[in-house]
């Protein structure tokens, strides 16, 4: 079957940085996708990899390796408003997006 | 701004009572999604269309209904909610390109008395 795997949680503090990992088994790879889902609101888009490497967007960045089947979200600077949940999501072979879970994160003061 | 447009944001329907939830989009994308998603889980994919094509999920349940009547419009309808359909709807549009990102509404919580 097709499987993402992303931490339930993780906590971090204000002005700090944290890496939220994601793992993937997929039929195929066509892409990855990151969101960040504030409570009771719809998924925003924050960013995409298809190839390995590192991608930065500002306070931002997202890393891939294919071959690990593997990838971060790297969030700097940290703000409060950075408390949400971040979810990974893969394209397969067949242009489908499975999605994780993903990953609450708590900022503290 | 373009956007994608769902209404109402909270919907409060009675158990076995049909529900119709919309969505709209200015993106003028070709594609359209539902999904379904409860507290702390993944957004579950229940259909979607690529222009007028229709393309349904396996596990989705025959409770829940789609229409498409123009490339702006797309509804979602529960024809008998249960209190396990009670969730967040989230309407998504694609466009095509080498990403081809999925940009959502705001979503309908559905309540289910």
């Known amino acids: 079957g097709q499987n993402i795997d992303q931490p339930t949680e993780m906590t971090a503090t204000e002005g700090a940085i944290v890496q939220i990992n994601c793992t993937y088994q997929?039929?195929?790879?066509?892409?990855l996708f990151w969101y960040q889902q504030h409570a009771g609101e719809a998924p925003t888009f924050l960013s995409y990899n298809v190839l390995d490497g590192l991608e930065e967007k500002g306070r931002f960045s997202s890393f891939l390796s294919r071959s690990k089947g593997y990838s971060y979200l790297l969030l700097k600077e940290l703000q409060m408003k950075d408390s949400a949940s971040y979810l990974c999501a893969v394209r397969d072979s067949n242009y489908q997006l499975i999605w994780g879970a993903g990953t609450k994160l708590i900022i503290k003061p | 701004d373009a956007m994608v447009i769902q209404n109402p944001r909270y919907q409060v329907t009675q158990f076995g009572k049909p529900v119709t939830l919309s969505c709209s989009q200015t993106?003028?994308?070709?594609?359209m999604y539902w999904y379904q998603q409860k507290s702390s889980q993944a957004p579950k994919l229940l259909f979607h269309?690529?222009?007028?094509?229709?393309?349904n999920e396996a596990d989705t349940p025959d409770n829940f209904q789609s229409r498409r009547p123009n490339t702006s419009f797309c509804f979602l309808d529960i024809r008998s909610p249960g209190l396990g359909d009670a969730a967040m709807y989230l309407c998504?549009?694609?466009?095509?390109?080498?990403?081809?990102?999925?940009?959502f509404g705001p979503g309908t919580r559905l309540t289910v008395l």
């Open positions: 997929t039929s195929g790879f066509n892409g």
């Open positions: 998504a549009t694609s466009g095509g390109g080498e990403t081809d990102t999925q940009y």
């Open positions: 269309y690529y222009d007028k094509d229709f393309n």
């Open positions: 993106l003028n994308h070709n594609v």
